[in-house]
């Protein structure tokens, strides 16, 4: 699947929600976060505005880039923000790099609501830019993959003499293909391709 290394400096903040927005969308994606300096533990601030939002980051880890220099991946994304604040680079091999920054909330100084609300305000611009990018670069992928999953459905009710829930299901091939179709984000609204017996919405009862 699509291999993305979400890079800053610290990876205890801005990086790890990022991450954890695009496990989120998509639980196939393959997705590390890293930082150049590692703080060695998460923002717990940033672990909580997630948590409200149903997103659990708190197993995440703060890891250094040096563990990741080793594999080729299609998408390394630098998060850094500020005027002040230096980008990390990555020298390992990736396939696209691009940048998306935000400011880092854990500089933020003032009344503890207003630190509080650049908190939600960041991880709100992380929400909107990410979501943005997974449906102009990956999203058209996934469905590609998609539907060679549904072709394979196709093919083995065909020559199994089944049809989905009508007696598919049983199969220890169909049951692999319906787990293949559930890890991919917005299944449900995208199953009807058109190709008749064996659609995802004929498993979701499997």
């Not at 409200?52 to 563990?67: A, C, F, L």
């Not at 594999?71 to 005027?83: L, P, Q, R, S």
């Not at 611009?125 to 058209?140: D, H, P, R």
């Not at 459905?153 to 020559?159: G, V």
Request: charged letters at 25%; a negative charge.
């Amino acid at each position: 699947m699509i291999k993305i290394l979400i890079l800053c400096t610290g990876n205890s903040c801005r990086s790890q929600m990022a991450h954890g927005f695009l496990k989120s969308f998509d639980s196939r994606l393959e997705v590390n976060s890293a930082g150049t300096e590692p703080s060695g533990k998460l923002n717990q601030k940033a672990v909580e505005v997630m948590k409200e939002i149903g997103i659990d980051i708190s197993h995440h880890t703060s890891d250094s880039v040096d563990n990741y220099l080793d594999k080729e991946w299609d998408y390394v994304i630098t998060v850094c923000g500020g005027a002040n604040e230096n980008c990390p680079a990555f020298l390992g091999k990736v396939k696209h790099r691009l940048h998306i920054g935000f400011d880092d909330p854990s500089f933020a100084t003032g009344t503890p609501e207003f630190i509080e609300s650049e908190y939600y305000r960041v991880r709100d611009e992380i929400k909107e830019a990410f979501w943005k990018f997974y449906q102009e670069n990956l999203k058209g992928i996934v469905k590609e993959k998609y539907g060679s999953i549904a072709s394979q459905s196709n093919l083995l009710a065909e020559t199994q003499g089944c049809c989905g829930s009508s007696g598919c299901c049983g199969e220890p091939e169909f049951r692999m293909i319906a787990d293949e179709y559930s890890g991919i984000e917005g299944y449900h609204a995208e199953a009807d391709l058109g190709l008749g017996c064996g659609i995802p919405t004929e498993f979701t009862g499997c």
